[in-house]
């Protein structure tokens, strides 16, 4: 999510906002993004975990397939010659990004990584979750450029788009509900 975000900015212009306005959407966003993870905060202990990481999943799918979708045409218009209809349409498949992560993977990963794993090794594992998810980032952040150079934007959001079905799949294959249980449910249903 972190690099989607950084090159929000970037989506913003390419579809004809100047660097002032792109500054702007991105502070809209950021508030936007404040909205959402209330949405998830309100919502997770009445529809559960799972139906949001699914449901939330399956936006940031769409989203980012339709990200793809349009940076080719971005990318080669400038200013008055690009097509407003795909302008809008990446400006609110970010938007659907954003949104569908902060009622999914934003909070629900890190709420999960604390109910999921037993009493006894709970902090250490919890300790290599948030290792492996910062770790993930930065060589994501590091690596981000290239794939780009290498796959192109549109190809690069496709690849994310991917990386979000074989989510889904894991997700639907792997986690369990856990609304409504006390800590201790949770472990004695894990460890069965």
């Known amino acids: ?21 792109g500054a702007g959407v991105s502070v809209i966003l950021g508030l936007f993004k404040l909205v959402m993870t209330g949405v998830a905060v309100k919502y997770v ?7 949001l990481l699914l449901g939330g999943v399956s936006v940031m799918t769409l989203a980012t397939f339709v990200l793809g979708a349009c940076s080719s045409s971005l ?10 209809n795909t302008a809008t349409a990446s400006v609110v498949a970010v ?47 590091l690596y981000l450029p290239t794939i780009i150079e290498d796959f192109g934007r549109a190809g ?3 690849l994310f788009s991917a990386m979000c079905v074989v989510a889904l799949v894991s997700i639907y294959l792997t986690v369990v509900e856990t609304k409504g ?3 201790e449910e949770i472990e004695e249903q894990m460890t069965r």
């Open 1 to 21: 999510f972190y690099n989607r975000r950084y090159y929000a900015e970037q989506v913003f212009e390419a579809a004809g906002y100047d660097s002032s306005q």
């Open 45 to 51: 202990d009445t529809l559960g975990r799972r139906p």
């Open 75 to 84: 990318a080669s218009g400038s200013g008055a010659s690009i097509d407003q």
């Open 95 to 141: 938007f659907m990004y954003v949104g569908a992560y902060q009622v999914s993977f934003g909070p629900i990963a890190w709420l999960l990584v604390g109910e999921i794993f037993p009493q006894r090794v709970r902090s250490a594992a919890v300790g290599a979750a948030t290792l492996t998810n910062f770790g993930s980032n930065f060589l994501v952040s």
């Open 156 to 158: 690069t959001y496709y």
């Open 181 to 183: 249980k006390t800590l």
